[in-house]
């Protein structure tokens, strides 16, 4: 298990101090999000002096249009189109690393505006989730309609028919279970638009180039988005995709600089971190049956989710919903269990990986901090070690805690009374499904 100190110090080189590391970023030339950070700074010092740091940060962001975020990188700004199959879409998700991606209608005509031509998200959640409903047998709680493939297609987490696997189902998963799964006609041949009937947004909640930086901060945060299009108003096509990710590489990005220290450097105890405190951390035990973990992320809402031992409350891995992809990509490794616990998956997928020579963050170990460390550590490991949570342990090792992304986020600003006021009325209809 690797805490944050250990792996600041084998980042660079193990001799490597956090002081040297700051020195060589400030010293190196800026990056576009630098560059960024700088323009925050420029804001900064113009701020009425009366102000707390937060309402300067809020001030300073509000002054900032989104169309001056960094471009995603070109790989991961990617379309599926409709007519492809959701072993297509899966692949083409995990080749490229990412959770979702806009889902472009094949048949929409070549001037039409954004709204138009895409009909919705597709997300690598929600294809779980569908992968999820296909291991239940049939049952009077267990829908199996258009409407439920569409429902768990996007990610929505109201579908039912999701009881609790005990560990006396583990054998309903065997070694072969997603081997003969993924091999089957209908994974093979259901194409992406057969199973998105029904979205959150419709097709998707998108910024405007001219919405500000405070509104994409609080939309990735409050508003529990983990990713947003940015669009140009009238234009047929996705100008950029903004995540939680690449906000929290941005102010990795701005150490150094006074308004990121100021905020930066306080303890994660100072700021009401973590949110989510050890006794409500949802986890599973490493002799539970797999599924169980991605059924449990599917029915919380949640991305990840630590796996501990069997008759304690140590943490020994985690598995995220982004995991998922070997289970559908590789699910010849599973062949020497007789079931897939928890253990099991952990302990073949970092086989596979190191087999492989494919970099992961589960061959890191547990990534944990402690209550005394700054929120400045913890974004400057989240971000070198590409992970969306980190696990606040106590001195033994026992969960305390989990901070996520949008935890920091929503740190770092705050909404304003009424600042959204018909915000979401007006950009874009909702849906009845929708939770905002």
């Avoid at 987490?157 to 081997?179: I, K, Y």
Wanted: proline content about 6%; overall charge negative; some cysteine.
């Amino acid at each position: 298990m690797a805490s944050v100190q250990e792996t600041m110090s084998v980042q660079e080189s193990p001799k490597k101090t956090m002081t040297m590391m700051m020195k060589e970023k400030e010293e190196s030339p800026r990056s576009p999000e630098a560059k960024l950070g700088m323009q925050v700074e420029d804001l900064w010092d113009t701020q009425e002096a009366q102000l707390t740091p937060t309402e300067k940060l809020n001030a300073c962001f509000e002054s900032i249009p989104v169309s001056a975020f960094p471009p995603a990188p070109s790989t991961q700004v990617i379309e599926i189109r409709s007519d492809s199959t959701l072993a297509e879409a899966v692949k083409i998700l995990s080749e490229r690393k990412i959770l979702s991606a806009p889902v472009v209608d094949v048949d929409a005509p070549e001037d039409a505006s954004w709204i138009d031509r895409y009909i919705g998200i597709v997300e690598f959640a929600g294809i779980v989730v569908w992968i999820l409903q296909q291991s239940e047998p049939p049952s009077p709680r267990t829908p199996t309609t258009g409407t439920s493939l569409a429902l768990s297609a996007n990610g929505v987490t109201s579908a039912v028919g999701l009881g609790n696997l005990g560990p006396e189902d583990a054998a309903m998963t065997s070694g072969n279970f997603f081997e003969e799964l993924t091999a089957s006609d209908f994974y093979k041949n259901t194409k992406v638009r057969d199973i998105s009937g029904s979205f959150r947004w419709a097709p998707f909640l998108a910024l405007q180039k001219s919405n500000s930086f405070l509104t994409m901060l609080l939309l990735l945060s409050k508003y529990k988005m983990k990713s947003i299009p940015v669009v140009e108003l009238g234009e047929g096509k996705i100008d950029n995709i903004v995540t939680q990710s690449a906000v929290i590489h941005m102010l990795a990005e701005c150490a150094g600089l006074q308004w990121f220290e100021s905020w930066g450097t306080k303890k994660l105890s100072e700021i009401g971190l973590p949110v989510m405190e050890g006794k409500f951390i949802v986890k599973v035990y490493e002799d539970e049956p797999v599924l169980q973990a991605f059924k449990l992320m599917r029915k919380r809402g949640i991305g990840g989710i630590p796996v501990v031992e069997k008759d304690g409350s140590r943490a020994v891995g985690n598995i995220s919903i982004r995991d998922a992809r070997f289970l559908l990509n590789a699910p010849e490794i599973y062949h020497e269990y007789r079931s897939i616990t928890a253990k099991h998956f952990l302990i073949a997928v970092r086989n596979y990986l190191e087999k492989h020579q494919v970099s992961s963050p589960m061959l890191s170990g547990m990534i944990t901090c402690k209550k005394v460390h700054t929120i400045k550590e913890l974004i400057l490991t989240l971000d070198s070690q590409k992970i969306h949570r980190i696990y606040v342990v106590d001195d033994n090792g026992n969960l305390e805690g989990v901070i996520t992304l949008r935890d920091i986020i929503s740190r770092l600003v705050h909404e304003p009374r009424g600042y959204f006021g018909d915000f979401f009325d007006g950009v874009l209809p909702l849906p009845p499904t929708s939770r905002v």
